[in-house]
């Protein structure tokens, strides 16, 4: 996104702010009109109630104002009710400034004044600020401990309006431990409840934390859909407070969405919806959205290596996630700026917020945080080369993943494992060598003993003898030398031959292009090395560095077809075709047939995200029979069902599996990921000694 179309989207946000202001501002407006003609204190209070709300979502300290004029009717009135309302309007408005402390202050001035058998509007109340509170401190169990007796409590009354906060709340928290099939059940139900009341905020709300929750799962198109609808119907309302939030998630979903694709337009976006969500929080007196902001435009600006405009951020929300008490905050703070500075290598400096960031995430049980702040200590000790001290951070990361089993984690694991027995190896070795020089030392002193202790009458004798003896253990020792140092030649040989599997592990997970010209180079190499050996494996490395040239400039084509708006079908059948006869050359027990259907014309295009996923998963299926299969024929073959559905078929003839006892691996759940992008399902059927099939239908067109 270029600067002036950034200062575009920017002025129509302003100017949607200013039209949810006007409309804001008639509705209060309105209020203070009606609070001029109030009859009575009773009426004046229930004006400046629905006054104190209306102002809870565009400017809290004068929320606050209010809720005291409330206190001050109720006193006077001595009408115990309405004072436990002031009490909970100034809870809400702590809550939203996450001053918790404040919270559990007025929470116990309120309860009380509360009968649970009799006032059940206010019990309510309580019980869903206090689950707040706890929620607001992290204290996850507990919180949820509270919503879970409050729906209990609340569904004896039937109040749904109540229930759908409780659910939303109760989805918040399985968000945060990662339990995302239950939170997207809570936030649905709480949608369902406020569709059903027409409640517009209920609705915001939900469509809000949903998106959420598609943003964990990485389903950015998704998360956006559903933010762009809560802001749509925050828009409606006029809710600054709600529009902050949502602003800082879009945010984050195209940060997120931008590092992917390597898109600076997508993360100028993201820093364009962090400083819009700053601006109305600084206007509206909202801390809580000032605080998250800081730390978002701490997070954009180390992306884009501004870091020391990063650290500048990140130290101002440090500071006041510390003043508020804001253990998400303070913990989101620390960690980032530990980042930053790992960048930076200042080291030292990033340990120390890692550290701090990691014991806050232990505390509160946040499983997510926990993970990645440990990748990120792994990372830091890795490139200090302090590989022990990596590897026990990068193994308590596994016991929390749900990948334990994926090539990429075992990869990581068996790296760290490696350097750190490297050291131990190396070690144990300098410690053979100090033994060694010791028993020498012993040896000599021994035969310096023997010599004194004989008489002078068998000195020659004694001389010869000793004299052979401390040449056959000198042999000795040397030929133990030598067999010392051939050992640690091949340890180092095979250290530095480990190390080069570990890089080219690396290279396959952060940049496949460089791990491929690694490989052509050593292809190479050894071709040079083989000349006038065996013809015929000269011959094969040829092809292999062949395809793998070939591979390389595959890559770089789909770089560049992901940048273009489509890919027409004779473009995608070449790729195909080029693939599978490049396969079989480095497969020459399989025989590869490949068939397009007469009725599939060269003209007809695909987008550049179907093309690029039709490729993908014939490329994976093709992979899969290779390597687990044993097939001797694979076959691919192209069709249409209709002028808009494509059918693709991949089967071999290889041994199969039992479709009920075969462990699951990320192939398969990657194949039906792109099958769903494209709008259509993969099938994967299989018997043992009948081959699998593959069968993939989707809808192609713009």
């Known amino acids: 996104m270029t600067p002036r179309v950034i200062r575009i989207c920017c002025v129509l946000l302003l100017s949607c702010h200013f039209i949810w202001a006007q409309e804001k501002a008639a509705q209060i407006d309105s209020l203070h009109l009606a609070l001029q003609a109030a009859k009575n204190p009773t009426d004046e209070a229930t004006i400046i109630r629905d006054l104190a709300k209306s102002y809870m979502e565009v400017n809290l300290d004068s929320s606050i104002v209010l809720y005291k004029r409330l206190e001050d009717i109720a006193d006077a009135l001595k009408d115990e009710e309405m004072k436990a309302r002031a009490h909970f309007g100034y809870a809400w408005v702590y809550d939203h400034k996450t001053r918790f402390d404040s919270v559990q202050h007025y929470l116990k001035l309120a309860e009380p004044m509360i009968d649970p058998k009799e006032d059940y509007d206010l019990h309510s109340t309580y019980l869903i600020l206090e689950g707040r509170r706890a929620l607001g401190l992290a204290e996850y169990e507990a919180s949820e401990e509270i919503f879970l007796g409050a729906i209990n409590y609340i569904e004896s009354e039937g109040n749904k309006p109540d229930l759908a906060i409780c659910y939303n709340n109760l989805a918040v928290i399985y968000d945060y431990l990662g339990q995302f ?145 804001d253990m998400n905050s303070m913990m989101t703070a620390s960690i980032n700026l530990g980042d930053t500075y790992q960048f930076k290598k200042e080291y030292e400096e990033a340990e120390k917020y890692l550290v701090q960031g990691l014991d806050i995430a232990t505390r509160i049980k946040d499983v997510n945080i926990r993970r990645r702040t440990m990748y990120l200590l792994s990372r830091l000790h890795q490139r200090q080369g302090n590989y022990k001290e990596a590897l026990s951070y990068y193994k308590a990361r596994v016991a929390l993943s749900d990948s334990v089993a994926s090539v990429d984690v075992k990869n990581k694991v068996n790296e760290l494992e490696t350097k750190y027995q490297t050291e131990k190896k190396e070690k144990e070795i300098l410690t053979q060598r100090a033994e060694l020089a010791e028993k020498d030392l012993q040896v000599r002193r021994k035969n310096t003993w023997i010599f004194g202790g004989f008489g002078l009458a068998l000195v020659l004798g004694l001389l010869g003898y000793l004299l052979f003896n401390q040449q056959k253990l000198k042999n000795r020792q040397l030929k133990k030398e030598g067999e010392l140092k051939a050992a640690l030649a091949k340890i180092e040989t095979q250290n530095k031959l480990q190390e080069q599997r570990l890089r080219i592990s690396r290279d396959l997970h952060d940049n496949i292009g460089s791990q491929l010209t690694f490989v052509t180079s050593s292809v190479d190499n050894l071709k040079f090395k083989m000349k006038g050996g065996d013809e015929k494996v000269t011959e094969k490395l040829g092809a292999i560095s062949e395809f793998t040239t070939q591979t390389i400039y595959e890559l770089r084509d789909t770089i560049w077809a992901m940048n273009k708006t489509e890919i027409s079908f004779e473009d995608l059948q070449a790729r195909i075709a080029n693939f599978m006869d490049k396969a079989g050359g480095a497969s020459d027990r399989v025989v590869f047939n490949f068939n397009v259907a007469d009725g599939i014309s060269k003209e007809t295009e695909l987008t550049s995200i179907q093309g690029m996923n039709v490729y993908r998963i014939i490329q994976e299926a093709v992979n899969n029979a290779l390597k687990y299969a044993e097939a001797s024929e694979i076959d691919v073959a192209l069709s249409k069902t209709n002028d808009e559905e494509m059918v693709v078929r991949i089967t071999d003839n290889g041994k199969g599996f039992d479709m009920d006892t075969v462990e699951r691996g990320n192939g398969l759940a990657n194949m039906k990921k792109r099958a769903r992008d494209l709008n259509g399902g993969v099938e994967v059927t299989s018997e043992v000694g009948k081959g699998t099939k593959v069968n993939l239908q989707f809808k192609y067109g713009k």
């Open 181 to 325: 099939e239950k939170a997207i059940n809570m936030h649905i139900l709480s949608a369902n409840i406020a569709e059903e009341f027409g409640d517009v905020n209920g609705v915001a709300k939900s469509y809000n934390n949903i998106g959420l929750v598609h943003h964990s799962l990485k389903e950015y198109d998704k998360a956006k859909e559903y933010f762009l609808k809560s802001i749509a119907l925050k828009k409606e309302v006029g809710n600054i407070v709600g529009t902050v939030s949502s602003y800082h998630n879009l945010g984050n979903v195209y940060r997120r969405h931008g590092i992917k694709l390597l898109s600076m337009e997508k993360l100028d976006t993201a820093k364009m919806y962090y400083q819009n969500a700053l601006r109305l929080s600084e206007e509206s007196n909202y801390d809580r959205g000032v605080t998250i902001s800081y730390i978002n435009l701490a997070l954009i600006n180390t992306t884009v290596e501004e870091f020391d405009e990063g650290i500048r951020y990140g130290k101002l929300a440090l500071k006041r996630a510390e003043e508020l008490n």
